[in-house]
């Protein structure tokens, strides 16, 4: 069964940093694009950042430059995504998904076939 299972979410100040996990079952995370995306009630699910597979490239969204990275351990078959410098504006539900079996990656959520259930991050003084 594919499955991925997101956590780590959780309730910060403005300033603070989190890191989401994505655990991978059913297929192996290196040989897949995975992305990072969230969503916030009455807006559309937006891609945050992803990864491709070994040896290519990682995209993300201008909105996180410089304060969001991903990474991925192989051995646990797990993505990360290290959230750092938070602000309210990313608050939301993040989900992380599984992409086609490429070098380059997208943000574009019709990209992805698989999705997990999410977990909520809220940015907040």
């Known amino acids: 069964q594919l499955q991925l299972v997101e956590s780590g979410g959780d309730s910060v100040q403005p300033g603070g940093s989190l890191r989401l996990s994505c655990v991978v079952s059913?297929?192996?995370?290196?040989?897949?694009?995975v992305g990072w995306f969230r969503q916030s009630p009455g807006k559309e699910r937006e891609g945050v950042i992803c990864?491709?597979?070994?040896?290519?490239?990682?995209n993300r969204a201008d909105s996180v430059l410089g304060r969001f990275t991903i990474s991925r351990d192989s051995a646990k078959n797990t993505v990360y995504l290290q959230m750092q410098d938070l602000k309210p504006e990313d608050t939301g539900t993040y989900y992380c998904?599984?992409?086609?079996?490429?070098?380059?990656?997208?943000?574009?959520?019709?990209?992805?076939?698989?999705w997990g259930q999410g977990t909520q991050v809220t940015v907040s003084s």
């Open positions: 059913g297929f192996a995370a290196v040989g897949y694009v």
């Open positions: 990864i491709s597979r070994p040896g290519g490239s990682t």
């Open positions: 998904a599984r992409g086609p079996a490429h070098y380059m990656c997208s943000l574009t959520p019709q990209s992805y076939d698989v």
